[in-house]
């Protein structure tokens, strides 16, 4: 087992500017994941880079969007960031 | 400690949180699937090149794994990882909660040396795995509607 330790955070240790950051970030994911069928008539087989649920960046590798992002001048980890496949998938694990 | 897992349509459970380690100072943004056939939490190659981990300074696992496709792959070790989720909010909470799970170390899959442009293999990259180093705490696991329920 390599999970060793578990903190869990309150008001006074937990910046409140980060939370709300990750709170956007984390419903940018959910809104990818609800509206996959609609992104996929769009966007399919193509990664996505999504803020505030608007698609702004779209490329055909992971490299190169996180290059696309990089080159205007923002950053990677403020955008939720997805593969959509031509068709849906189940995956075997 | 109750985490909430979304139900896709295909019944694939994902859960958004923060990573953070030391090659990154401040937490980033990551997706994972819930994976209970995976031993080892695991972030596959998309993630990796995401995150900008670099690999080259990293151990190899001592022991190989072997993948649902029937591949053996020899992950590296990603020491000193915290990962942050947000736990569900209770009525009377104003805001939610967010805890920290250490990990002494997960495991990382290096990026393919040349990028994937098969539509099918590009899903072999996506999606970090959620594995059972950490699903193991969680007690209970409580289906509704779009929702896996983890309960401590």
């Known amino acids: ?93 | 400690m109750e985490i909430v897992a979304f139900l896709d349509d295909s019944h694939h459970a994902h859960i958004i949180g923060f990573i953070s380690c030391s090659q990154f100072s401040h937490a980033k943004p990551i997706h994972f699937i819930v994976d209970s056939g995976s031993s080892t939490t695991t972030l596959l190659g998309d993630d990796v090149t995401r995150l900008g981990i670099n690999c080259a300074g990293l151990q190899p696992a001592p022991v190989p794994c072997l993948t649902a496709s029937g591949t053996t792959v020899t992950p590296y070790v990603l020491p000193d990882v915290d990962l942050l989720f947000t736990l569900r909010q209770r009525w009377f909470e104003r805001r939610p909660d967010v805890t920290t799970f250490h990990f002494a170390s997960l495991h990382c899959n290096p990026p393919p040396t040349q990028p994937v442009f098969i539509p099918e293999e590009g899903y072999l990259q996506t999606c970090s795995l959620l594995g059972m180093d950490f699903l193991s705490i969680f007690k209970t696991w409580a289906f509704k509607r779009r929702e896996l329920i983890l309960r401590t």
């Open chain 1, 1 to 93: 087992m390599t999970l060793v330790e578990i903190r869990k955070h309150t008001d006074h240790t937990f910046d409140r500017q980060l939370l709300q950051k990750y709170s956007r970030v984390r419903d940018d994911y959910f809104w990818i994941l609800r509206n996959k069928e609609t992104l996929r008539q769009k966007y399919a087989n193509k990664y996505i880079a999504v803020q505030n649920k608007t698609v702004e960046f779209v490329a055909d590798t992971i490299p190169q969007i996180t290059w696309k992002i990089k080159q205007s001048g923002k950053q990677v980890e403020d955008y939720a960031i997805e593969y959509i496949g031509e068709h849906p998938v189940n995956f075997l694990f």
